[in-house]
Nanobody
């Protein structure tokens, strides 16, 4: 499956963004999907994940309450709604898919397909 992330941009602190992750080449209906981010000089870190059927979601503690992850199987697209953004949220955001049971994970090593990343910049 090929993934295309989009929706990043420049936003002021307190603002919102909605990231999209469009899948092609294969249906990702039976894959778990996750979002991770990587700031300059830092390792890639977990942001949010959703199970193959959307029934289970995980969120990073640092962003819990400000995120909503979702997926639209008809459109083969996943989404990440981010609210109340902070300057420390500035990073490149990546979407990925996992076929490893239980089809949802916080561990980036279990993801086998990645999008190219979309840059989110939050100004103070």
């Amino acid at each position: 499956v090929q993934l295309q992330a989009s929706g990043g941009g420049l936003v002021q602190a307190g603002g919102s963004l909605r990231l999209s992750c469009a899948a092609s080449g294969s249906t990702f209906n039976f894959y778990g999907m996750g979002w991770f981010r990587q700031a300059p000089g830092k390792e890639r870190e977990f942001v949010a994940a959703i199970s193959w059927n959307g029934g289970t979601t995980y969120y990073a503690d640092s962003m819990k309450g400000r995120l909503t992850i979702s997926r639209d199987t008809a459109k083969n697209t996943g989404y990440l709604q981010m609210n109340s953004l902070k300057p420390e949220d500035t990073a490149v955001y990546y979407c990925g898919t996992t076929r490893s049971r239980p089809l949802i994970s916080r561990d980036p090593r279990l993801y086998d397909s990645w999008g190219q990343g979309t840059l989110v910049t939050v100004s103070s």
